[in-house]
């Protein structure tokens, strides 16, 4: 057992559809990254949090450090935003999930 | 400008050559990491490095050997390559060890 989980592994969804990932951890962190990884391979960090709720644009990542559990929502989906979205804990160093892959269709 | 770069963005080579792989951050940041992401897409650590000293070595293979000449560079050398070094390899910096991560372009390795 991975010790960071993510579901669901793939994800298909309409253009507007809210969308959630969730991530799971069974480690010990001081943050938790959430990072979005484009069709053509490039890799960027979208949020790096170790408690409550960040939100950028229409993203919104979410931490429940008790629970040892994340989200990661995407509001008013659109095709831009087809990718593969992973989750890392950060213990002394960064230890990733098994991505989730996004399509979001017009 | 770029902030985290990589060279080559892809090499393709035969089992058993040695290969290099470059990497440079202008961002001023102190720690730079080396990640595999395999065939399944799955990426983890292989190194870190905090101000040209080795932190972190992920019981990597000896024939993988980093190098960092200065704190804006970090160099990931592969002997004797074996095919089950095909994969993608990402370079990152971050300022300190706990902050956010900025990720190259990924040089994409085949071994044939």
């Known amino acids: 057992k991975n010790e960071v989980e993510q579901s669901p592994q793939n994800l298909t969804a309409q253009e507007e559809e809210f969308i959630t990932i969730n991530c799971s951890y069974s480690?010990?962190?001081?943050?938790l990254h959430w990072l979005q990884q484009h069709p053509g391979g490039g890799i960027v960090s979208l949020f790096m949090?170790?408690?409550g709720k960040k939100k950028h644009g229409r993203l919104i990542a979410t931490i429940n450090i008790q629970e040892k559990h994340s989200s990661l929502h995407i509001t008013a989906s659109h095709p831009r935003d087809s990718a593969v979205y992973i989750c890392?804990?950060?213990?002394?160093?960064?230890?990733f999930g098994t991505g989730t892959r996004l399509q979001v269709f017009p | 400008d770029t902030a985290v770069s990589q060279t080559p963005k892809y090499l393709v080579t035969q089992m058993g050559n040695d290969k290099s792989i470059k990497c440079e951050q202008n961002?001023?940041?102190?720690?730079m990491y080396w990640y595999k992401q395999d065939s399944k897409k799955f990426l983890k650590i292989m190194f870190s490095?905090?101000?040209?000293?080795?932190?972190i070595n992920e019981t990597v293979p000896n024939r993988f050997s980093p190098k960092s000449p200065d704190k804006a560079h970090l160099n990931l050398h592969i002997n004797s390559l074996e095919l089950g070094d095909s994969a993608v390899y990402f370079c990152a910096s971050s300022q300190a060890r706990a902050d956010t991560q900025y990720f190259g372009p990924g040089t994409r390795l085949t071994v044939l």
């Open positions: 961002l001023g940041h102190d720690t």
């Open positions: 490095y905090n101000n040209k000293e080795l932190i």
């Open positions: 949090l170790s408690s």
């Open positions: 480690v010990g962190i001081s943050a």
């Open positions: 890392a804990a950060h213990t002394d160093k960064l230890i």
